[in-house]
């Protein structure tokens, strides 16, 4: 099973600043196989990148992804307030998917 | 709009069983493979089961084979999973989820319900 870290558990800051979360692999993550979700307090989980790179429909470009065998990040590029959430990597490569403990963005 | 709301929840004793719903609406149910995902109280997200648009194949994870059964009902845009012999650790809210894929599952999930709890205590 591949586990997935994400880093730092919690990141404070600002609106307008830049976000960077670590997502680590266990194991190399075939075909860049890596997807990037938002949960906020009592609402679904959205999907934000797939395929470690790519934008889900209707996603700011504000939010990007990048990386490969076992290191991946998500950036936000410029914090908007809608954007302090709950941010889970999912790796869907190997069987069993799983995913990563999470990264709260808070603010600062 | 397009959605899926899940229903069924609630307080179960250990060794119980709970059927779980999930209304879609919005979108065409009967084209979408369908997940079942839940999340335990301060833990992570964890997939457990699969079900195609035509229920074949179905798919579970170790931990609740032969114990969970996922099932739809397209005419009734409902996708449905019935918990059995539930245990303490399967306390957790309850995500059903669309697959991203077409012709073939792509094993993410590109809409998600908003989820319902299922406690299992004595």
């Known amino acids: 099973e591949i586990v997935l870290t994400q880093s730092p558990g919690t990141l404070s800051l600002s609106p307008g600043e830049r976000a960077t979360l670590s997502c680590r692999a266990s194991q190399s993550v075939s075909g860049t196989y890596l997807a990037w979700y938002q949960q906020k307090p009592g609402q679904a989980p959205r999907l934000l990148i797939y395929?470690?790179?790519s934008g889900a429909t209707g996603i700011p470009d504000r939010f990007s992804g990048s990386g490969s065998g076992t290191h991946f990040t998500l950036t936000i590029s410029r914090l908007e307030p809608e954007d302090f959430a709950v941010y889970y990597c999912q790796q869907y490569g190997s069987s069993p998917l799983t995913f990563g403990g999470g990264t709260k963005v808070e603010i600062k | 709009e397009v959605q899926l709301v899940e229903s069924g929840g609630g307080l179960v004793q250990p060794g119980g069983s709970l059927r779980l719903s999930c209304a879609a609406s919005?979108?065409?149910?009967?084209?979408?493979?369908m997940h079942w995902l839940r999340q335990a109280p301060g833990k992570g997200l964890e997939w457990v089961s699969y079900?195609?648009?035509?229920?074949?194949?179905?798919y579970y994870a170790d931990s609740v084979k032969g114990r969970f059964t996922i099932s739809r009902d397209n005419a009734k845009n409902s996708l449905y999973l019935q918990m059995n012999s539930l245990r303490a650790e399967d306390t957790a809210v309850y995500y059903c989820?669309?697959?991203?894929?077409?012709?073939?599952?792509?094993?993410?999930?590109?809409?998600w319900g908003r989820g319902t709890l299922v406690t299992v205590s004595s």
């Open positions: 395929g470690a790179s």
């Open positions: 989820a669309t697959d991203a894929g077409g012709n073939r599952p792509y094993w993410y999930f590109d809409l």
């Open positions: 079900i195609t648009y035509s229920s074949s194949p179905i």
């Open positions: 919005g979108f065409t149910f009967s084209y979408s493979d």
